[in-house]
Every structure is written in structure tokens, then in C-alpha cells.
């Protein structure tokens, strides 16, 4: 199982960025993926979640509203667009998936400038 993140980097507040999770090594579509997010000195934390085939979703209450999680199947990626960012989202976003165990990504960081 392999997950690999990217699309982060610098935005102002109030600025959009989507990441991306390209998935390999399972057969994706069977599978939840979420995204986690860990910023200095704080413990990870999931940050939205979708179901194998899309159709359901959950998200932080802290993101509600502003984040939106998806995924393509036929891709084998899953999506995050962070919308509206704000400073305390600033943290390594990571790509979850438990295929049996659980498995993350190596993590893309997501700096917001103040």
C-alpha cells in the first residue's frame, strides 16, 4: 500500500489549496479514505473521512463548511479543498487509509501565512 500527497503549500488566510492522495497497492474503491491533519506540539487529528464510494462523508467540526472531501475511483486519488483557510489550519495533512492495517501517507505541509 502506497499513499502519496500532494498540492500543499503557502496560502494567505482566507486562501484556497486542494490536496490530492494517490492511492496504489489496493483495490481502492473498496476502501474509506480520510485525511489527518498534525500540527506542532498537537496530537493528529482526522479532518474529514469519505466512504468507499463517495456517497458519504464527515468532517471536523472545525473544517464544516469550509473543507470538502472527495475521491475519484477511477483515479485511485482522493481530494481535499481546503476553502476559506485560516490561520490554526496550518499543519502536515496527511493521507489515511486502513486497508487491514492502517496506512498514511508521508504527509503534505500546509503552511498559512498570517
Known amino acids: 500500500v502506497q499513499l502519496v500527497e500532494s498540492g500543499g503549500g503557502l496560502v494567505q488566510p482566507g486562501g484556497s489549496l486542494s490536496l490530492s492522495c494517490a492511492a496504489s497497492?489496493?483495490?481502492?474503491?473498496?476502501?474509506?479514505m480520510s485525511w489527518y491533519r498534525q500540527a506542532p506540539g498537537k496530537e493528529r487529528e482526522l479532518v474529514a473521512a469519505i466512504s468507499s464510494a463517495g456517497g458519504s462523508t464527515k468532517y471536523a467540526d472545525s473544517v464544516k463548511g469550509r473543507f470538502t472531501i472527495s475521491r475519484d475511483n477511477a483515479k485511485n486519488t482522493v481530494y481535499l479543498q481546503m476553502n476559506s483557510l485560516k490561520p490554526e489550519d496550518p499543519a502536515v495533512y496527511y493521507c489515511h487509509a486502513r486497508v487491514i492495517m492502517v496506512y498514511w501517507g508521508q504527509g503534505t505541509q500546509v503552511p498559512v501565512s498570517s
Open positions: 497497492g489496493f483495490t481502492f474503491s473498496s476502501y474509506a
